[in-house]
């Protein structure tokens, strides 16, 4: 690690609303939604997916996605995600006035058809069709494709790097504006985090803009420092390490997003998100999702008393 | 990551019936921690810390130590340690027949006089006389020195590379066969412990032989990779989780044993353990340890279905 150069800031993309609400039966009412974008706001958060143009009758936790972000766009600097399964929910998501749709593609042909109900290549061919979309309409809405299942499959199992390679060419050859990486079901190990996203970022170079990481084995962290040191400086989370996937049986829980401030901030590595303000939110959230299971470590421990970061300190919009 | 060469093998060793049981009030009987030496051996742990030679009236929970002693040695192969905090505790060590005693030696001043009522510098002389106690007797007990606190104290705060270092040096003169260091509070973050121990290793070359992380924040595997890449290949670890310091107040929770020998064989990296049997060996902790808070991920969530580890098949003794 001797000739490693640390960033001096990462991005942390809080993915709650989407990833952790979808998956908790649960429907969090808007005005608690609202409270939760203020919020992360208020802490310094400035990137945030706040829910999914899905049909309101497979998702009706996530129904409310619109309105959000509207709110969320009101925001001065605040960056909207949303998350887009196929042509006519990208149609709604530039008629929102979200910054950027998220598109997953899973690599997993088997998830793919589980979550999606299309193999990875018509997924892709889907994902065309709203790139030329986006130009008719002469929107900005960003593109970012998810690489879902992209470390492994709770349903296919291993997942081959130059399946996931391939992938990546053909939907950055189409024109999205960037991928992510996504370790849906908690497979990956530091040491194929490493190895991808290396091999990834030779494929895709700055446009391999993210790595989400699911901590359901407890390597999640140790994942988001190996992508780190492989050059990747964005990374979801969610606040409360709520999230999964309702199509990969035991999946569950995001990195959570306190505790990926702190490991970050202990390191002397800038997010912009002050954690005692993100700790406030939670015990919020904490009540909102009274009875589900939560997760995150600095919760329950408290910060150190060595613990400072003023260079942490709020962005200013 | 790219130049790193990732090591073969990495040793594990369970510090669950010292450094786990001596934070738990209930005493486990004898016969169970006999199961528990011999459950570890089967499943093919080969380094084993089975108690602490310190007055039976502080920690009556460890009082059978030398019974532990005796039987650990009777299994082939099987490589012993006892704690041991002064020069009592190390002649009783000898006499008992153990392979190691680990000292402990806090570079917090403030920690080390809670936990041992001595200054650093005054537990190094009592590591002297241990040494020369040692040479007068013609044991061949070996000597590791366990740097409690040289990542972070919850009583003083920050603690200095420099003091770790001199410490170090300190210690390696008097003629101790390795040293360790310890996040005994889990205040480390992975790049704090990249450059402690690149820094320690320059020191003290490959007598620097231990890793002990506490994961009282979330960062237990992180602070693991970093030792890792940091060229250390052994590693303390608790089954369970269980863990901690009674005079560092919020310290709980060394990394668990099973979460660790999963991240290294999900890495292809060797501990001779077979994690199915150290499994079942945890379900039968839990059942001894009903009611107390036990820890660890891989225990909840299973192995992935792509988990294989042909190359930690059971070492022959």
């Not at 609303?17 to 939604?33: E, F, V």
């Not at 999205?176 to 990486?181: A, S």
């Not at 998100?273 to 329950?300: N, P």
Request: charged content about 20%; glycine content about 10%.
């Amino acid at each position: 690690m001797k000739e490693f150069q640390w960033p001096e800031r990462v991005t942390v993309r809080e993915v709650g609303l989407r990833d952790g609400l979808q998956s908790i039966a649960r429907t969090l009412p808007t005005s608690q939604k609202l409270q939760w974008i203020q919020g992360a706001y208020d802490a310094g958060v400035r990137e945030i997916e706040v829910g999914s143009f899905v049909p309101p009758k497979l998702m009706p936790q996530l129904a409310d996605t619109a309105e959000l972000v509207t709110f969320a766009k009101t925001l001065p600097g605040m960056c909207v995600s949303v998350l887009v399964p196929n042509l006519k929910g990208a149609e709604r998501a530039m008629a929102a006035g979200a910054d950027w749709m998220l598109l997953p593609l899973s690599v997993s042909h088997a998830h793919s058809l589980a979550n999606l109900r299309k193999a990875p290549d018509d997924v892709v061919a889907e994902i065309g069709a709203i790139v030329e979309a986006r130009r008719m309409a002469g929107s900005h809405c960003k593109i970012e494709v998810g690489m879902s299942t992209a470390l492994g499959c709770t349903l296919q199992g291993r997942v081959e790097v130059p399946e996931v390679l391939r992938l990546i060419q053909a939907v950055l050859a189409l024109g999205v504006d960037r991928v992510g990486l996504a370790d849906t079901v908690g497979y990956a190990d530091p040491r194929q985090v490493g190895d991808l996203f290396t091999q990834a970022r030779e494929v895709a170079g700055d446009r391999l803009a993210c790595g989400h990481f699911h901590d359901t084995r407890g390597l999640g962290l140790a994942n988001v420092m190996a992508a780190l040191q492989a050059g990747e400086n964005r990374f979801d989370a969610c606040l409360a390490g709520i999230g999964g996937c309702p199509h990969a049986p035991g999946a569950s829980g995001n990195v959570a997003t306190e505790d990926l401030v702190y490991l970050m901030g202990s390191m002397g590595i800038a997010t912009g998100i002050d954690l005692q303000a993100l700790l406030t939110l939670r015990q919020q959230l904490t009540g909102w999702l009274a009875g589900e299971c939560l997760h995150g470590s600095i919760a329950q421990a408290g910060l150190p008393k060595t613990y400072t970061n003023p260079q942490n300190a709020r962005l200013s919009a």
